[in-house]
Nanobody, 120 residues
Framework: QVQLVESGGGLVQAGGSLRLSCAASGSIFSISAMGWYRQAPGKQRELVAATTGGTTNYADSMKGRFTISRDNAKNTVYLQMNSLKPEDTAVYYC???????????????WGQGTQVTVSS
């Protein structure tokens, strides 16, 4: 199994910044991709940003404000969020597509989520 533990959420004023972290642990053989999703009340979960290999992918509304980075040695992914807006308020979930030492395939794992609240 793979466990993902997120940290760094909280309350911030509009225009402020937060940095989320997500550390993966467990019987990891390989992680092919890591990313962040978010879910606001009454809305579907949506992609925020993802990184696989040397490439990154952002949702259009996050481009230029959010930066995803990954430390492969630590199996950790970060999300630097700048110029936060009230509409960024959501629960942010870490995702990893990983293969354990017992599996021969990759599957998605999810963290428990961390609340980000941006006040106006």
């Amino acid at each position: 199994q793979v466990q993902l533990v997120e940290s760094g959420g909280g309350l911030v004023q509009a225009g402020g910044s937060l940095r989320l972290s997500c550390a993966a642990s467990g019987s990891i053989f390989s992680i092919s991709a890591m990313g962040w999703y978010r879910q606001a009340p009454g809305k579907q979960r949506e992609l925020v940003a993802a990184t696989t290999g040397g490439t990154t992918n952002y949702a259009d509304s996050m481009k230029g404000r959010f930066t995803i980075s990954r430390d492969n040695a630590k199996n950790t992914v970060y999300l630097q969020m700048n110029s936060l807006k009230p509409e960024d308020t959501a629960v942010y979930y870490c995702n990893a597509r990983a293969r354990t030492v017992r599996d021969s395939w990759y599957r998605d794992y999810w963290g428990q989520g961390t609340q980000v609240t941006v006040s106006s």
